[in-house]
Nanobody, 123 residues
Framework: QVQLVEFGGGLVQAGDSLRLSCAAS????????MGWFRQAPGKERDFVAAITPSGSTTYYTDSVKGRFTISRDNAINTVFLQMNSLKPEDTAVYYC????????????????WGQGTQVTVSS
């Protein structure tokens, strides 16, 4: 049974930092591309960042480039999202997702999803 569990969300002020973690179990983690998505109230779930199975290549949506960093540690089956210089518009539920082999920047196609963690940025 595959499980993805996100940690690290919370309430912060604009300009602060947060580090999200997503712990995976029940799959061969090093074979999976991992992605982070977010969904604000009343909006669709959007791509934030993704990383290849080896961690050699990363992808970001334009609005987070230079502020967010995705990384992974295959030894502990965990993917991270370091979020710096947070803005109120980053407020959303953040989800991690896993896809076998191929990196995707769209919601459709990911095999497994976590339950999400709330990030709230106050101005």
């Amino acid at each position: 049974q595959v499980q993805l569990v996100e940690f690290g969300g919370g309430l912060v002020q604009a300009g602060d930092s947060l580090r999200l973690s997503c712990a995976a179990s029940g799959l061969t983690f090093s074979n999976y591309a991992m992605g982070w998505f977010r969904q604000a109230p009343g909006k669709e779930r959007d791509f934030v960042a993704a990383i290849t199975p080896s961690g050699s290549t990363t992808y970001y949506t334009d609005s987070v480039k230079g502020r967010f960093t995705i990384s992974r540690d295959n030894a502990i089956n965990t993917v991270f999202l370091q979020m710096n210089s947070l803005k109120p518009e980053d407020t959303a539920v953040y989800y991690c997702a896993a896809n076998l082999a191929m990196v995707l920047t769209t919601v459709k196609g990911y095999d497994f999803w976590g339950q999400g963690t709330q990030v709230t940025v106050s101005s």
